[in-house]
């Protein structure tokens, strides 16, 4: 049978440490870039975009780099809490399209200790 | 709370029949987007809806269908069910387009089960 989460990424921090989640992109075309998060058993929930205009946006206790140099994007969670642990997904969507696709990567699995 | 709803929240069906899963989107937003998640994996683009018009379509074949009605609610239909469409079925509903690049807002999905 297939396992949950068996292939993904994971990283493991403890309570009040800060987070970095990595998410490598493909599509030199895409210029629009958001951050999920998906807690087991709901729907993807929107954290924190960033257009290809920029190389840094900031939100509450979360912070989005992005190097189109080397299509790396990250997400940094400061003050990392056990709410936190989730699956983390990057997603991105490709200029020159009329529509808003959301290709997804392949997910981080965050789990924050007490 | 996104405000995105679907329905019904588990299904389970045998191979070949026919299901319709339904959405309702954010109020004042005019897209629905539908992506099927399989377990362990990232959700992947069925298709969009843009004011009642298909208006984008991933790599699904044709018996993956779907409408949009006039409140911005939407179907997806598939026919012929097949063992490896179950899935978690996500609804993201989006303010579209010329401003298409916006963020989607997910539903918290239907677990399709095909035995």
């Known amino acids: 049978g297939e396992s949950v989460g068996l292939h993904l990424p994971t990283l493991s921090v403890q309570e009040g440490d800060n987070s970095i989640i990595n998410c490598a992109y493909s599509?030199?075309?895409?210029?629009?870039f958001i951050w999920y998060k998906q807690e087991s058993g709901k729907g993807p929930q929107f954290i924190i975009d960033?257009?290809?205009?920029?190389d840094k946006r900031q939100g509450q206790r979360v912070t989005v780099l992005l190097n189109k140099t080397v299509k790396h994007l990250s997400l940094q969670i400061a003050a990392t809490q056990p709410g936190d642990s989730a699956v983390y997904f990057c997603?991105?969507?490709?200029?020159?399209?009329?529509?808003?696709?959301?290709?997804f990567g392949q997910g981080t699995i965050l789990t924050v200790h007490p | 709370e996104t405000g995105v709803t679907q329905s019904p929240t588990h299904l389970i069906k045998t191979r070949g029949q026919q299901v319709t899963l339904r959405c309702s989107s954010q109020?004042?937003?005019?897209?629905v987007s539908w992506y099927q998640q399989a377990l362990g994996q990232g959700p992947q683009f069925i298709f969009q809806?843009?004011?009642?018009?298909?208006?984008g379509r991933g790599n699904f074949p044709p018996r993956f269908s779907g409408l949009q009605f006039p409140n911005y609610s939407s179907e997806l239909n598939v026919n012929a069910l097949e063992l490896d469409d179950s899935a978690l079925y996500l609804c993201?509903?989006?303010?579209?387009?010329?401003?298409?690049?916006?963020?989607?807002?997910f539903g918290a999905g239907t677990r399709l089960s095909v035995l």
């Open positions: 809806y843009y004011r009642e018009e298909e208006n």
């Open positions: 599509n030199s075309a895409s210029d629009y």
């Open positions: 960033i257009r290809s205009n920029m």
């Open positions: 997603a991105e969507i490709a200029g020159g399209t009329s529509y808003g696709k959301l290709t």
């Open positions: 993201a509903s989006s303010l579209g387009g010329v401003m298409a690049k916006n963020i989607q807002y």
């Open positions: 109020s004042g937003h005019n897209t």
